[in-house]
Structures are given as C-alpha cells and as structure tokens.
C-alpha cells in the first residue's frame, strides 16, 4: 500500500485537492461574529474577509485532539503507514497536540509506522511540501523516500509576503504592535519572512508596484534554478493582483509552474484582506 499522507488545512490547498488526492486533512477552526466553524469544510475566505472588512475580529484554534485520535487509530487498525505533515509549531498548537495523540495511541498501537513532521512552514509554502508528497505517493515511492522529500523541502521553503495592514497580524499577536504602527505610515508596505516557523517582518517599502519589484528581487537573490521548480502565489481576496504578480514571475524568472490558491481562513483571519504570498525552494533536491 502507498504511504497515506495526512495534512491540516493551514496549507491552504484548495478543496478539492484532498479528495482527488487521497489526502486526509484536518480542519483548524475559525470563530466568526460568535460562530465557530471548520476552515475549508464549513466556512470559505471570503466570509472572513468580508467580516474583518465589517469589524470583527476572527478567531482561530487548532485541530480538534479527538479528530487526530480518531483518524490515528484507525489507520493503526488498518496496518497503514502515514506522514502528517503539519503547520509550523509556532503559529499554532496543532503540531504539539497531534504528536500527544500519537504517543497515546502508539502505546496500545506500538508498531504503528506513522511520522509527525514539523514543517515550519505556513500556507501555500505548507501546501507545495504536501502537494509534492501526494505526487510521489502517487507513484507507489517508499515512505523513506516520501519523508525525505518533505524535510528538504521544509528546510528549503522561502516564504515572501506582503498585507495590506499589520495591524490584522498585531491584534492576533503574530507581529509586534510597533511593526504594525510603523507599518501604517505614509503608504509603507511591509515585507515578512518566515524564520524558523515565526513571521518575522524583513522590509518596509514605500508603494505596492515597489513591493513586488523588491520581493523579485530577493527571489532572485534566493532562490534555486527556476525553471526546475513550482513557485507557490496564496492571496487572500485579491487574485487580480497575483495575476498580475504571475505574469511578472513568468516573465522574469521564466518557472516549471506558477501555482496559485487562495489564502483560507484560519491563516487569512490573522493576515488579512490583501496579503499576497511568494513561496520558493532556496535549493532544489538532488
């Protein structure tokens, strides 16, 4: 049998990519005007845009520990080998609590052959490690092979973004109050990263058009051979504006594939409307 590969849906994949994948993944949670939701299965971003744009303020939480105990044990049950390969530990307690539910489940399971893998990644940077996970465990590759993938891959995942106000990412507590004032001055885009897991804004640069010229830049800068790899774009409510950053990246950088998705809601409940997301290996594997 094919290594099963389990994902949780802050790798904002569209909907559809589970089922034709054979993925199973677990929805985080979003709290909307008082109502708690299952990102991807009982809410769409474009709710959650639309509520930050009234006012409220949505809150997330992670991956029901009853959801991970019931899927855990039945591939125990069925003798399948799986990788879960979840979102970054440090913008969420989903990873600390599926690695809990595993050891408990592995104690009356113990030779259960099933891997946690802390990504430290989010979004579609997330998403393109388990894009390519499925692929291969498509083609019957050893679990060995699959893991080994998904570690370079972490490792090696650049995440560049951009969102319209920081302050979206202060009031979740993901960015600093101060990156946020300075980030509301006089028309300032930011730019952010993610360093080992954590957002960490790099750059503040004046005007949008300048924005995407600098984040072009830095891919230059860092990334790996172009035409050998997929560059990930995530927006969240504004696909006009990654199309137009699609065609820049074609023709500058001239990629195997330009991939985009929509930001969901758990990630886009602390970004924001507006953000735009560039994700891309800094080395390719060998």
């Known amino acids: 049998m094919p290594v099963k590969i389990l994902a949780d849906s802050a790798c904002d994949l569209p909907k559809e990519f589970y089922t034709e ?29 639309d509520a930050i744009r009234s ?23 069925n003798n399948e080998d799986g990788i879960y390969i979840a979102f970054s530990s440090e913008l969420s307690g989903t990873y600390q609590t599926s690695v809990m539910i595993l050891d408990q489940v592995k104690e009356k399971y113990p030779n259960f052959n099933f ?12 998403g393109l490690v388990v894009r390519e996970a499925a692929r291969l465990a498509e083609e019957n590759i050893s ?3 699959v893991l080994k993938d998904v570690l370079f891959r972490s490792e090696h ?69 172009f035409k050998d790899q997929v560059v990930g774009i995530s927006h969240a409510d504004a696909y006009e504006t990654a199309l137009e950053v699609k065609a820049m990246f074609e023709e500058e950088l001239h990629p195997k594939e330009v991939y985009i998705t929509e930001i969901g809601s758990v990630i886009g409940a602390h970004t924001g409307p507006g953000t735009i997301a560039i994700f891309f290996l800094n080395k390719l594997p060998s």
């Open 143 to 145: 679990k060995e092979e």
């Open 21 to 49: 994948h054979n993925v199973t993944f677990f929805p985080l949670k979003v709290q909307v005007q008082g109502q708690e939701y299952e990102d991807v299965k009982t809410i769409d971003p474009k709710t959650v845009y």
């Open 55 to 77: 006012g409220d303020v949505p809150k997330t939480s992670q991956v029901s520990p009853l959801l991970f105990e019931e899927v855990f044990t039945r591939m125990a049950e």
């Open 115 to 126: 891997t946690i893998v802390n990504t430290k990644c989010a979004s579609l940077g997330y």
């Open 157 to 225: 995942m650049e995440h560049l973004f951009t969102v319209e106000d920081l302050d979206y990412l202060a009031k979740g507590g993901r960015v600093s109050k101060a990156s946020a004032f300075l980030g509301g001055l006089l028309n300032i885009k930011p730019i952010l990263n993610v360093e080992d897991g954590k957002l960490v804004p790099i750059e503040k640069i004046r005007g949008k058009k300048k924005v995407f010229r600098r984040i072009l830049d830095l891919m230059k800068e860092r990334g790996a051979d």
